[in-house]
C-alpha cells in the first residue's frame, strides 16, 4: 500500500508541476498576444504619419517646380533690366546669378 501511496503522491506532484507549466506558457502567450497589439497600434500610428507626409511632398511637388520657375523668370528679368532691387531680393534670399555679357 506504500508504494500505491508513493506512486499517488509522485503522480500528484508532477500533474502539479504541469500545470504550473501550462499556466506559465499561457501567461507567456498571452505577453506575447500583448506586445503584438501593441506593436500592432505603433506600426498603424507610424503608417498613418507616413501616409500625411507622402501626401505633403506628393502636393508641394508641383509647387517646387512653379517656385523654381519663378525665380528663374524674377533673375533673368533682374538681369535683363537691372533692376538692384530685384538683385537684392532674390540675394536676400540665397540666390545668386550672374549675367554673361558676351553679345
Known amino acids: ?4 501511496l508513493a506512486a499517488a503522491a509522485k503522480e500528484t506532484r508532477r500533474a502539479r508541476f504541469e500545470h504550473r507549466v501550462l ?9 506575447g498576444l500583448l506586445g ?15 501616409a ?6 506628393n502636393q508641394t511637388l ?7 520657375q519663378l ?11 537691372g533692376d538692384q532691387a530685384l538683385s537684392e531680393l532674390l540675394a ?3 540666390i545668386q546669378f550672374s549675367v554673361n555679357r558676351s553679345q
Open 52 to 57: 500625411e507626409k507622402q501626401q505633403f511632398v
Open 92 to 94: 536676400g534670399q540665397g
Open 23 to 31: 499556466w506559465g506558457l499561457a501567461a507567456l502567450a498571452a505577453a
Open 36 to 50: 503584438k497589439f501593441m506593436l500592432d497600434v505603433r506600426v498603424a500610428g507610424l503608417e498613418s504619419t507616413l
Open 1 to 4: 500500500m506504500t508504494d500505491a
Open 71 to 81: 525665380v528663374q523668370t524674377l533673375a533673368n528679368v533682374s538681369a535683363r533690366t
Open 62 to 68: 508641383p509647387i517646387s517646380r512653379l517656385n523654381g
